[in-house]
């Protein structure tokens, strides 16, 4: 049984700095005291103050803590510490402070005990709420050894005024998994913030599976805490359990790892801790080897990291090595938390947004290290699942890890990233059976008109019409050796929640994956009209177990059986994780850390070269394709040039045959033409892709990207959609007047229409984004010409309220077109004065937001803009007032929730089940083959909403949205260190 972990207190000291007195003033106030993150002897808190009496003229927050807490730095507020007693007095820049007014303070500390209860402003004691009632639960995942248990750890965060009853149950999972001991739990006011322990059991049983099951801590009236448990099965190899394998040290304190044994040894077993690579103030607190007998293997015993203090700011890192002869070694990577503060405070809020992210108590990461898409389970979007991800979610990872290095130097988690990416997510050679060796590039792929409806399909293939030749294959195979492709495919269902991976093992194995989590599968199928709630889930590698007895094919193409396999990526991702591996190269070599990160750059070079299937026509026609029987491409006639929506291959489990095609869809919101300009002969050498005509291509699309942001750009600056050379999804002829671009034509909502592509602020900022970086980089002078005119409109567009009140463009409405057709090498579409944008809606979505003031960082740093540098300031600084324990976020209400009970085309020639027993007929719904949502602790709301209630809010922690906040905020410290 796990033992609770004793902390260790910092004994920095944080020097006393001189403040002005404050005026004279009737003062009240109200104090709401939150702890954003704890972990490894540390702990950060934000104090969120709101001025109830006179205006302030300066001002000095102070309270005691109850226990051993050290403030180690601060920012919006000058701390000083006496023993337990604390005051913060005003910044230079927040002294003045309106009635009403609401403001932020934070602190990172060292130590544990209590939160405070008493604070006072300018010594009047404040009054009102200040704490809010929540659930501390540490850890939220524990691995049960077979035959024994494991206890996470209960509290309250605040004092209640009477008792309160905190429950534990189980959820849907391996039945072996219980609740021991622990439930109900009952905290008083007087013993609310002392841990009281729950056990999880594990059942000793045959298999060698190790299982897993949910288990939610409730109370009422609070939000609950779900803490996933996963069985350790004894019935197999011995093994080292160590948790975690990551953490952060506290400079001047220590931080400890758990180490057991996965099964009873007949013998004594002898565990020898040592110290690898990294910064040397990261030691062991003592060697001494640890000593497992039949008796003792499955209780915890500790190993202790220090982290000594320094003069520097860097957080620097150091890998441990757990090993015991005959048994895989486990390496443990610590990471020194710095307590000399960064040059401002929003390279600080980068540490402690990126510090909640990898927390892992926060629960953005399984247990594989995968970044979920959110931490909450019930989302549906584009994924229909929060603990699905995607491709996108694993390029912000990567570029996330890359802002870390930039600030601390250390380079080791970017390159974990990436290998987590690369085992996960890009599909191995195993993955892809056959390795594609039958593939046929003057034959890529059998014809398949697209439908407008779900209820057009299943469509016939036809052999009649004729595709054009892949010139890319050739020189793939010869510049790596062989025919697999390597692309990140788009969604993983990390949890395995659809059960797709239900019975794989060591006696069945399907793609080369044997294991039962981390699945990869599709949903989008049938055309521009099939938005989520009308698409199947199904797997990537269909061996026929699942769906009919010929498993999903036959539901997209008429006559279409299983026991094949197909991928499809994403380009704007992978071109993200491009772009990211730039930023970590242009880094790393101004810190001359550039030798560390050769093996991820040879292979974002790698992932580069494939991309250019993203300039491909599906079926390698000719761009101004007008009909199905046109003339099909040859060499690379067929290439647009820019990155279209996706691309895919597959092929016969059995080698017989193979397919690739690229997308006949190209929109404004998925170019990137700073990666096009990384990939290309101007890149750094060390990006360079091995084909020969790759860096040609990509200089080709560079000039191209710029050139369909200009000719979609509407008269008032916003981009419109993008331009299609399969019109109608089948080659047809476009309306009379339809203008074109290289002969495609335009395309107000490309790809699909529910909702309309085009509406969604997200990609403007998004592509925009990504311009604002190429001209910051090289100074294109067209690349400016379309951010002026795009950041003056958004700008115009943009509110910035009191508080942390702001709003930015949501949706938007069309009219027109581009003025005239394009296809001039080289040359500058005109104005469009005829094109229109109007904002239908606004948002203070904070994802969005990130986005777009990362947008105008880069173009303001280049530009000189004082208006976009104030914009984005404005939003920073009003999101920063948004922080909570996980991040910072708004609440959202989805109105669209109330499709839940949407009918999802089936033809009446299928029948089938999903592995949890689903049926899939004619009379399928949305939720009726995704039953298990209904046992989602949020469920009920949604419920409640079909039935004729309000529409529900929640508040979600997407893991894009999360990290590109982290990366705002670490772009404006770095790009404007004067604040």
Same mark, same amino acid.
């Not at 199928?525 to 036959?554: A, K, L, N």
């Given at each position: 049984?796990?033992?609770?972990?004793?902390?260790?207190?910092?004994?920095?000291?944080?020097?006393?700095?001189?403040?002005?007195?404050?005026?004279?003033?009737?003062?009240?106030? &109200?104090?709401?005291?939150?702890?954003?993150?704890?972990?490894?002897?540390?702990?950060?808190?934000?104090?969120?103050?709101?001025?109830?009496?006179?205006?302030?003229?300066?001002?000095?927050?102070?309270?005691?803590?109850?226990?051993?807490?050290?403030?180690?730095?601060?920012?919006?507020?000058?701390?000083?510490?006496?023993?337990?007693?604390?005051?913060?007095?005003?910044?230079?820049?927040?002294?003045?402070?309106?009635?009403?007014?609401?403001?932020?303070?934070?602190?990172?500390?060292?130590?544990?005990?209590?939160?405070?209860?008493?604070?006072?402003?300018?010594?009047?004691?404040?009054?009102?709420?200040?704490?809010?009632?929540?659930?501390?639960?540490?850890?939220?995942?524990?691995?049960?050894?077979?035959?024994?248990?494991?206890?996470?750890?209960?509290?309250?965060?605040?004092?209640?005024?009477?008792?309160?009853?905190?429950?534990?149950?189980?959820?849907?999972?391996?039945?072996?998994? *219980?609740?021991?001991?622990?439930?109900?739990?009952?905290?008083?006011?007087?013993?609310?913030?002392?841990?009281?322990?729950?056990?999880?059991?594990?059942?000793?049983?045959?298999?060698?599976?190790?299982?897993?099951?949910?288990? &939610?801590?409730?109370?009422?009236?609070?939000?609950?805490?779900?803490?996933?448990? *996963?069985?350790?099965?004894?019935?197999?190899?011995?093994?080292?359990?160590?948790?975690?394998?990551?953490?952060?040290?506290?400079?001047?304190?220590?931080?400890?790892?758990?180490?057991?044994?996965?099964?009873?040894?007949?013998?004594?077993?002898?565990?020898?801790?040592?110290?690898?690579?990294? /910064?040397?103030?990261?030691?062991? %607190?003592?060697?001494?080897?640890?000593?497992?007998?039949? &008796?003792?293997?499955?209780?915890?015993?500790?190993?202790?990291?220090?982290?000594?203090?320094?003069?520097?700011?860097?957080?620097?890192?150091?890998?441990?090595?757990?090993?015991?002869?005959?048994?895989?070694?486990?390496?443990?990577?610590?990471?020194?938390?710095?307590?000399?503060?960064?040059?401002?405070?929003?390279?600080?809020?980068?540490?402690?947004?990126?510090?909640?992210?990898?927390?892992?108590?926060?629960?953005?990461?399984?247990?594989?290290?995968?970044?979920?898409?959110?931490?909450?389970?019930?989302?549906?979007?584009?994924?229909?699942?929060?603990?699905?991800?995607?491709?996108?979610?694993?390029?912000?990872?990567?570029?996330?890890?890359?802002?870390?290095?930039?600030?601390?130097?250390?380079?080791?988690?970017?390159?974990?990233?990436?290998?987590?990416?690369?085992?996960?997510?890009?599909?191995?050679?195993?993955?892809?059976?056959?390795?594609?060796?039958?593939?046929?590039?003057?034959?890529?792929?059998?014809?398949?008109?697209?439908?407008?409806?779900?209820?057009?399909?299943?469509?016939?293939?036809?052999?009649?019409?004729?595709?054009?030749?892949?010139?890319?294959?050739?020189?793939?195979?010869?510049?790596?050796?062989?025919?697999?492709?390597?692309?990140?495919?788009?969604?993983?269902?990390?949890?395995?929640?659809?059960?797709?991976?239900?019975?794989?093992?060591?006696?069945?194995?399907?793609?080369?994956?044997?294991?039962?989590?981390?699945?990869?599968?599709?949903?989008?199928?049938?055309?521009?009209?099939?938005?989520?709630?009308?698409?199947?889930?199904?797997?990537?590698?269909?061996?026929?177990?699942?769906?009919?007895?010929?498993?999903?094919?036959?539901?997209?193409?008429?006559?279409?059986?299983?026991?094949?396999?197909?991928?499809?990526?994403?380009?704007?991702?992978?071109?993200?994780?491009?772009?990211?591996?730039?930023?970590?190269?242009?880094?790393?070599?101004?810190?001359?850390?550039?030798?560390?990160?050769?093996?991820?750059?040879?292979?974002?070079?790698?992932?580069?070269?494939?991309?250019?299937?993203?300039?491909?026509?599906?079926?390698?026609?000719?761009?101004?394709?007008?009909?199905?029987?046109?003339?099909?491409?040859?060499?690379?006639?067929?290439?647009?040039?820019?990155?279209?929506?996706?691309?895919?291959?597959?092929?016969?489990?059995?080698?017989?045959?193979?397919?690739?095609?690229?997308?006949?869809?190209?929109?404004?919101?998925?170019?990137?033409?700073?990666?096009?300009?990384?990939?290309?002969?101007?890149?750094?050498?060390?990006?360079?892709?091995?084909?020969?005509?790759?860096?040609?291509?990509?200089?080709?699309?560079?000039?191209?990207?710029?050139?369909?942001?200009?000719?979609?750009?509407?008269?008032?600056?916003?981009?419109?959609?993008?331009?299609?050379?399969?019109?109608?999804?089948?080659?047809?002829?476009?309306?009379?007047? *339809?203008?074109?671009?290289?002969?495609?034509?335009?395309?107000?909502?490309?790809?699909?229409?529910?909702?309309?592509?085009?509406?969604?602020?997200?990609?403007?900022?998004?592509?925009?984004?990504?311009?604002?970086?190429?001209?910051?980089?090289?100074?294109?002078?067209?690349?400016?010409?379309?951010?002026?005119?795009?950041?003056?409109?958004?700008?115009?567009?943009?509110?910035?309220?009191?508080?942390?009140?702001?709003?930015?463009?949501?949706?938007?409405?069309?009219?027109?077109?581009?003025?005239?057709?394009?296809?001039?090498?080289?040359?500058?579409?005109?104005?469009?004065?005829?094109?229109?944008?109007?904002?239908?809606?606004?948002?203070?979505?904070?994802?969005?937001?990130?986005?777009?003031?990362?947008?105008?960082?880069?173009?303001?740093?280049?530009?000189?803009?004082?208006?976009?540098? %104030?914009?984005?300031?404005?939003?920073?600084?009003?999101?920063?007032?948004?922080?909570?324990?996980?991040?910072?976020?708004?609440?959202?209400?989805?109105? /669209?929730?109330?499709?839940?009970?949407?009918?999802?085309?089936?033809?009446?020639?299928?029948?089938?089940?999903?592995?949890?027993?689903?049926?899939?007929?004619?009379?399928?719904?949305?939720?009726?083959?995704?039953?298990?949502?209904?046992?989602?602790?949020?469920?009920?709301?949604?419920?409640?909403?079909?039935?004729?209630?309000?529409?529900?809010?929640?508040?979600?922690?997407?893991?894009?949205?999360?990290?590109?906040?982290?990366?705002?905020?670490?772009?404006?410290?770095?790009?404007?260190?004067?604040?």
């Amino acid at each position: 049984m796990r033992k609770p972990a004793l902390w260790a207190a910092l004994a920095t000291l944080l020097t006393g700095m001189a403040v002005a007195a404050p005026a004279q003033a009737a003062v009240a106030c &109200t104090v709401t005291y939150n702890k954003t993150w704890e972990g490894g002897g540390g702990f950060g808190a934000s104090i969120a103050i709101t001025n109830q009496g006179d205006a302030l003229n300066g001002w000095t927050l102070t309270f005691t803590f109850p226990g051993n807490q050290r403030i180690t730095n601060a920012w919006d507020g000058v701390p000083t510490q006496n023993g337990a007693n604390v005051s913060i007095a005003n910044a230079s820049y927040n002294a003045n402070k309106a009635s009403g007014a609401q403001w932020t303070v934070g602190f990172n500390g060292s130590g544990s005990g209590a939160n405070p209860d008493t604070f006072a402003i300018n010594g009047t004691t404040c009054t009102g709420p200040q704490q809010p009632q929540s659930l501390m639960v540490t850890p939220t995942s524990v691995s049960v050894p077979e035959g024994d248990d494991e206890t996470f750890a209960v509290r309250l965060q605040s004092q209640p005024s009477s008792n309160v009853t905190v429950t534990t149950t189980a959820g849907t999972g391996d039945s072996d998994l *219980t609740v021991a001991s622990g439930t109900p739990l009952t905290f008083t006011p007087s013993n609310w913030n002392t841990p009281q322990l729950v056990s999880i059991a594990a059942a000793q049983d045959s298999d060698t599976t190790n299982g897993t099951r949910p288990f &939610t801590v409730a109370s009422a009236g609070l939000t609950s805490v779900t803490v996933n448990a *996963t069985e350790s099965d004894n019935d197999g190899a011995q093994a080292l359990v160590v948790t975690p394998t990551s953490l952060n040290v506290p400079e001047g304190a220590q931080a400890i790892v758990n180490v057991k044994l996965q099964a009873q040894p007949s013998g004594s077993v002898t565990v020898t801790p040592s110290a690898g690579a990294g /910064d040397a103030d990261l030691t062991l %607190a003592g060697t001494a080897a640890l000593t497992f007998t039949s &008796t003792n293997w499955n209780v915890d015993q500790q190993v202790r990291i220090n982290a000594a203090d320094d003069a520097d700011d860097d957080n620097g890192s150091r890998t441990f090595t757990i090993a015991s002869s005959g048994v895989p070694s486990v390496t443990v990577t610590a990471t020194e938390v710095d307590d000399d503060a960064p040059s401002n405070s929003y390279l600080t809020e980068f540490q402690t947004q990126y510090d909640k992210i990898k927390n892992p108590a926060n629960g953005y990461f399984s247990p594989e290290g995968i970044p979920y898409h959110s931490v909450e389970t019930l989302l549906v979007e584009a994924p229909d699942h929060g603990h699905q991800t995607t491709s996108e979610a694993f390029s912000y990872w990567l570029w996330m890890e890359a802002q870390y290095g930039r600030l601390t130097k250390n380079w080791a988690p970017f390159n974990n990233a990436w290998n987590i990416m690369e085992q996960y997510i890009i599909p191995s050679t195993a993955n892809q059976p056959g390795g594609q060796s039958t593939y046929n590039p003057a034959d890529p792929a059998d014809y398949a008109p697209e439908r407008n409806l779900p209820s057009q399909y299943p469509v016939p293939l036809s052999t009649t019409v004729v595709a054009g030749q892949d010139p890319l294959s050739a020189e793939l195979q010869s510049s790596y050796g062989n025919k697999s492709m390597y692309a990140m495919h788009w969604l993983l269902d990390v949890d395995d929640v659809y059960g797709f991976g239900t019975g794989r093992g060591s006696s069945l194995s399907e793609c080369g994956d044997n294991t039962k989590r981390v699945t990869y599968i599709n949903t989008y199928q049938r055309g521009p009209q099939e938005s989520v709630w009308e698409t199947i889930p199904h797997p990537s590698c269909d061996t026929q177990r699942y769906g009919s007895s010929t498993g999903f094919p036959s539901l997209f193409i008429q006559g279409s059986t299983g026991n094949q396999w197909r991928y499809t990526a994403a380009p704007d991702a992978d071109a993200r994780a491009v772009q990211a591996a730039y930023w970590a190269l242009t880094w790393a070599t101004e810190q001359g850390n550039q030798s560390q990160l050769s093996a991820t750059m040879a292979k974002a070079a790698k992932l580069g070269d494939y991309l250019r299937y993203a300039m491909y026509d599906k079926y390698f026609k000719n761009p101004g394709c007008t009909s199905p029987t046109c003339a099909a491409g040859s060499g690379k006639s067929s290439s647009a040039y820019l990155l279209n929506w996706y691309f895919a291959w597959g092929g016969a489990m059995d080698g017989a045959w193979a397919w690739r095609i690229g997308s006949s869809h190209n929109h404004g919101g998925y170019q990137n033409p700073l990666a096009a300009w990384v990939l290309s002969p101007q890149g750094p050498s060390a990006l360079r892709p091995q084909s020969p005509t790759a860096d040609d291509d990509w200089a080709k699309s560079l000039t191209r990207q710029v050139q369909f942001y200009t000719w979609l750009q509407s008269a008032e600056g916003a981009i419109a959609g993008g331009a299609t050379n399969s019109w109608d999804g089948d080659y047809q002829q476009p309306p009379a007047g *339809t203008p074109s671009f290289f002969g495609m034509a335009y395309d107000p909502d490309p790809v699909y229409h529910d909702p309309p592509s085009n509406q969604w602020f997200g990609f403007q900022a998004w592509g925009m984004e990504r311009l604002a970086e190429l001209y910051y980089v090289t100074g294109d002078t067209k690349a400016k010409a379309v951010l002026d005119k795009w950041a003056a409109w958004a700008i115009s567009e943009t509110t910035l309220g009191s508080g942390s009140t702001y709003q930015i463009p949501n949706e938007m409405g069309w009219s027109g077109a581009p003025a005239a057709s394009f296809n001039t090498e080289g040359g500058t579409p005109g104005p469009n004065p005829g094109l229109h944008v109007t904002v239908r809606t606004y948002t203070n979505d904070v994802g969005v937001a990130a986005g777009y003031a990362r947008t105008l960082i880069y173009y303001a740093a280049k530009s000189g803009n004082a208006a976009a540098k %104030a914009t984005a300031k404005g939003l920073l600084d009003r999101m920063l007032l948004l922080k909570g324990s996980k991040g910072i976020t708004v609440p959202e209400t989805r109105g /669209d929730y109330n499709r839940f009970d949407d009918s999802v085309y089936v033809p009446s020639s299928f029948t089938g089940t999903m592995p949890n027993g689903d049926t899939i007929n004619s009379s399928s719904t949305f939720i009726g083959i995704r039953s298990f949502l209904k046992n989602d602790p949020e469920w009920s709301k949604v419920q409640s909403h079909l039935n004729g209630g309000p529409a529900p809010t929640f508040t979600y922690h997407r893991f894009w949205a999360q990290s590109d906040i982290a990366m705002a905020l670490a772009d404006y410290g770095s790009l404007f260190p004067n604040g």
